[in-house]
C-alpha cells in the first residue's frame, strides 16, 4: 500500500529544496568573483542574476512551512529526488543567457550532465567560454561529485533530518559513526586532495608555457574534473590539450582515487592498509580492471592504427582508466573511437563503464561492491545446490569490517542491478530508434546512465529532443541509483491519482 | 589433239596460275605494308621530335601520391577516415587557448586551431616550430578572437609519434590575420535586475527570520 503525499509533506519538501536553492545562490557568488576579477562583465550580471533568482525563489520555497520539524524517510526521498533537477534548473539559467546555448533546454542538459558527474556536454564554441562559465561549471561538477546533500550536510544547513536524507541520495556507507561528521570528512578530504592536485598540475603547466592565471585556474577545473569521476575539460580537445605524461599520470592516479570507497580511504588515511587490500570490493575490483584491461587490448589490437605499444599504453590506458571509472576523459575523439577501434573494443568501455567503480565514491555505474555480491551469491547457490541437505552454507566477506552475506544485500543488489541493465536498454533501444547505429546506441544510453559521460558523438546541440529527455532521465535516475527516484515517481503517481478510483472500479 | 598435247600444256597453266596467285597476294598486301610504312615514318618522325625520358616511366607498384596538397577544413579532418592518413594538408584556423612546449619535440610547440565554421567548434593540435611562434599575437579566448592561421602539413589520424592522438605537423606556416582583442564596456544597466533580485531574496531572508523568531 502506497503512502500519498500529503499537503504537509509537499510543504517540508519545498521547505528543505528552498534551502538547498539558497545554498546555490552562495555558491554562485564564485563565478561572479571570477567574471569580477578578470572584468567579465557580461557573465557577472548573469551570474548575479542567478543568483537573485536562486536566492528569492528558495527564500519563497523556505516559507512554506516557516518551522519543518525532523523529515520522515518520504519526505527525505522527496528533497533528495527533485533537488538534483531543480538546482539543475535554476542553474542553466545564467548558461542559457550566455551565447554558448541554442536554447534553455540546451542549457539545462548541460547543468544536469555537470551536476550529475556526466559531462556529456552540448555547449557550442567552448574554447571561448569565461573563465566565470567554466568555474560554475567545474563547481557544479564538484557539488554533485560529493553529493548535494552531503555538501550541505556538511554545512550545517539541513537542520536535523540528516540520516535519511543522506542514504537517499545512494550513500549507503558510513565513514564515521555520525552522518554529518561523515559529510563534512567527505567534504574536507575532497577539499584537501583537490588543493593538493591543483598545486601539482598548475605548476606542471606553468613549466609548459601557460600564464600563471590560466595555468592555475585549469589545475583546480582539472582537479574537480578528475576527482569527481567528472571528465569536463576547459578546451574542446579535452586532455589531448595539455599533450603532457604528467598531467595524464596525475589525471589518472586522481580518477583511480575518486573512485575508491571514501570509508576505504579513511582507513588508508588512519594507518589501516590492510583493510583496504582484504576489502572485497577492491580485490573484485583489481580482477575485474585487470580480465577488462587485457580483453580491451587484446581488442583493439586488431586495429591497424591503433596497436602499437606506446599507443596501447598511454592513450589506450587512459582511455580505459576513464572509462573503468567512469570519468569520460577522452584521448580520443568520437571520429577516432569510431574508426581506428574495433566495435568490441568500443563495448569492452561500454561494459566497464556500466559496471563503474567503488560503492561510496565519486564514480558512477552499477558499482564493484554490488556485482561482488551477486557473484558471491550466485557460488553460494552452487555451493548449498552440491552440499547435502543438512548442509548450512554461509558466505562471509570483507566490505569495511566482516560481514555476512544476507537475503537483504542480495537482494537490493539485485534489484539495482536489474533497474541498470534494464536503463541502459531502454536508452540504447531510443537511440536505435533515432537512427543511430547500435554500437553507438549502447554506449552512449550506457555512458548516459552510469554517468561516465564518454560520448560516441549522438550528444551534441542538435540531438533529437526525445533523446536528450531520455538521456536527462537517465543521468537524473543513475546518479541516484533508481530506488530513490522509482520510489519518488510512485509516491507521485499514487498522491496525484484521485481518491476512491480503485476502489469504484472494484465496486 | 591427244594427250600429248594436254601434257604440254599443262606446266604452262601451272605457272600462269602461281603468277596469278603471287599477283593476287602482293595486290593484298601491299596496302599494309604501306600503312606500315607510314607508321614506321611517323613513329620515327616523333622520335626525332622528343627524346624518351627514362625518369618518366609508369610503375605499376607505385602506391597513390600523398605528396598531393589537400586544401580542406578543421571540420573535415575531425570526421575523417583512414584513408586521410599521413595526407599532406593545408588548413586555416583560429589559434585559441594556449602555445604549450612540445615535451617530445625539443624546439616545437603545440598550439590548437578551431574551425572558422559559424557554430563549429572542431579543434585540432598542430605542432609548429618556434619560429613560427611570432606570428601568433593573440589567442582566441572570452572576448578575444585568435590568430587566424594557415597551416600546411602532415595530418594524422592517429599520430605514429604522439600516441595515437590526432595531429598535424605543420611544415609551413602562414599569418592570414591579426588577433583581435575586444574590451566589454562595464554597464551598470545590465547588473540592475541581478541587484534588485539579490535585495529583494535578503529582504525576503530577513522576513523569514522574523517569522521564524516569531513562531518560537
Not at chain 2, 78 to 100: H, I, W
Not at chain 2, 154 to 182: R, W
Request: aromatic fraction near 10%; charge should be neutral.
Amino acid at each position: 500500500m502506497w503512502q500519498r503525499f500529503t499537503l504537509y509533506d509537499f510543504r517540508v519538501i519545498g521547505h528543505y529544496l528552498g534551502v538547498l536553492l539558497v545554498f546555490e545562490a552562495v555558491a554562485m557568488a564564485a563565478p561572479v568573483l571570477v567574471a569580477l576579477i578578470f572584468q567579465e562583465w557580461n557573465p557577472a550580471s548573469r551570474y548575479l542574476l542567478g543568483a537573485g533568482i536562486a536566492l528569492t525563489l528558495g527564500t519563497g520555497l523556505r516559507m512554506l512551512r516557516i518551522s519543518p520539524g525532523r523529515l520522515s524517510r518520504q519526505q527525505a526521498i522527496g528533497v533528495t529526488g527533485f533537488a538534483w533537477i531543480v538546482l539543475s534548473a535554476v542553474s542553466a539559467i545564467p548558461l542559457a543567457m550566455s551565447m554558448h546555448y541554442d536554447s534553455y533546454p540546451n542549457a539545462l542538459f548541460d547543468a544536469v550532465s555537470a551536476f550529475t558527474t556526466t559531462d556529456a556536454s552540448v555547449l557550442v564554441d567552448i574554447n571561448h567560454v569565461s573563465h566565470s562559465d567554466n568555474m560554475w561549471r567545474f563547481i557544479m561538477n564538484f557539488v554533485g561529485g560529493v553529493g548535494l546533500v552531503v555538501v550541505a550536510m556538511s554545512f550545517g544547513i539541513m537542520g536535523n533530518s540528516t540520516s535519511s536524507l543522506y542514504s537517499s541520495e545512494g550513500r549507503g556507507e558510513h565513514v564515521l559513526p555520525n552522518v554529518v561528521q561523515t559529510a563534512r570528512f567527505i567534504f574536507r578530504f575532497a577539499i584537501s586532495v583537490i588543493l593538493i592536485a591543483t598545486i601539482l598540475i598548475g605548476t606542471v603547466l606553468l613549466v609548459l608555457g601557460m600564464q600563471p592565471d590560466r595555468a592555475y585556474l585549469h589545475g583546480i577545473w582539472l582537479a574537480m574534473a578528475s576527482f569527481m569521476t567528472a571528465g569536463l575539460t576547459p578546451m574542446a580537445t579535452s586532455v589531448t590539450y595539455y599533450h603532457s605524461l604528467a598531467v595524464e599520470g596525475i589525471l589518472m592516479v586522481l580518477m583511480v582515487y575518486g573512485g575508491i570507497n571514501f570509508a576505504l580511504q579513511n582507513e588508508i588515511w588512519h594507518g589501516r592498509p590492510r583493510m583496504f587490500l582484504r576489502d572485497n570490493e577492491v580485490q573484485a575490483g583489481v580482477v575485474w580492471w585487470l580480465v577488462m584491461l587485457l580483453v580491451f587490448i587484446t581488442a583493439a589490437c586488431g586495429s591497424a592504427l591503433a596497436n602499437g605499444l606506446p599507443v596501447l599504453m598511454r592513450t589506450g590506458l587512459f582511455t580505459f582508466v576513464s572509462a573503468a571509472t567512469t570519468t569520460g576523459f577522452t584521448m580520443f575523439t568520437s571520429n577516432q573511437l569510431a574508426v581506428l577501434y574495433p566495435s568490441g573494443a568500443v563495448l569492452v568501455l561500454a561494459l566497464v563503464m556500466a559496471v563503474g567503480a567503488s560503492a561510496g565514491s565519486t564514480a558512477g555505474g552499477i558499482k564493484l561492491n554490488r556485482i561482488a555480491i551477486v557473484v558471491k551469491s550466485a557460488v553460494e547457490t552452487m555451493r548449498s545446490t552440491v552440499s547435502p541437505d543438512s548442509a548450512r552454507i554461509v558466505t562471509n566477506y570483507s566490505h569495511i569490517g566482516k560481514r555476512r552475506l544476507g537475503e537483504d544485500e542480495v537482494k537490493a543488489a539485485m534489484t539495482v542491478l536489474i533497474l541498470f541493465i534494464s536503463t541502459y536498454a531502454i536508452g540504447a533501444l531510443a537511440g536505435i530508434a533515432y537512427g543511430y547505429d547500435a554500437t553507438s546506441a549502447i554506449t552512449e544510453s550506457v555512458a548516459m546512465a552510469s554517468n561516465s559521460g564518454m560520448s560516441t558523438g549522438i550528444v551534441s546541440p542538435v540531438m533529437p529532443e526525445g533523446l536528450r529527455v531520455i538521456y536527462i532521465l537517465e543521468m537524473w535516475a543513475g546518479r541516484l541509483e533508481f530506488v530513490t527516484l522509482l520510489a519518488l515517481a510512485c509516491k507521485i503517481f499514487v498522491s496525484v491519482k484521485p481518491r476512491g478510483l480503485g476502489r469504484r472500479r472494484r465496486g | 589433239m591427244g594427250p600429248a598435247g594436254n601434257t604440254k600444256l599443262r606446266p604452262a597453266w601451272a605457272v600462269l596460275r602461281f603468277a596469278c596467285a603471287a599477283v593476287l597476294l602482293c595486290g593484298l598486301l601491299a596496302p599494309a605494308k604501306m600503312a606500315w610504312a607510314d607508321e614506321g615514318a611517323s613513329s620515327s618522325d616523333a622520335s626525332s621530335q622528343q627524346e624518351v625520358d627514362p625518369s618518366n616511366r609508369i610503375n605499376p607498384r607505385q602506391t597513390p601520391d600523398n605528396s598531393f596538397l589537400y586544401d580542406t577544413s578543421i571540420d573535415e579532418l575531425v570526421q575523417a577516415d583512414s584513408s586521410y592518413q599521413g595526407n599532406y594538408v593545408q588548413v586555416v584556423g583560429e589559434v585559441v587557448g594556449d602555445s604549450l612546449v612540445a615535451e617530445e619535440d625539443p624546439g616545437c610547440h603545440w598550439i590548437t586551431l578551431e574551425s572558422l565554421e559559424t557554430g563549429s567548434s572542431s579543434s585540432i593540435s598542430v605542432l609548429i616550430d618556434d619560429k613560427y611562434l611570432g606570428y601568433i599575437d593573440a589567442y582566441g579566448r572570452y572576448n578575444q578572437v585568435g590568430t587566424k592561421l594557415q597551416v600546411r602539413g602532415t595530418f594524422y589520424l592517429t599520430c605514429p609519434s604522439h600516441e595515437g592522438i590526432m595531429d598535424i605537423h605543420a611544415e609551413s606556416v602562414q599569418l592570414v590575420e591579426n588577433g583581435i582583442k575586444e574590451h566589454e564596456q562595464f554597464d551598470i544597466a545590465t547588473f540592475i535586475p541581478g541587484i534588485v533580485l539579490v535585495a529583494f531574496g535578503i529582504a525576503l531572508t530577513f522576513l523569514y527570520n522574523y517569522l521564524h523568531e516569531k513562531e518560537r
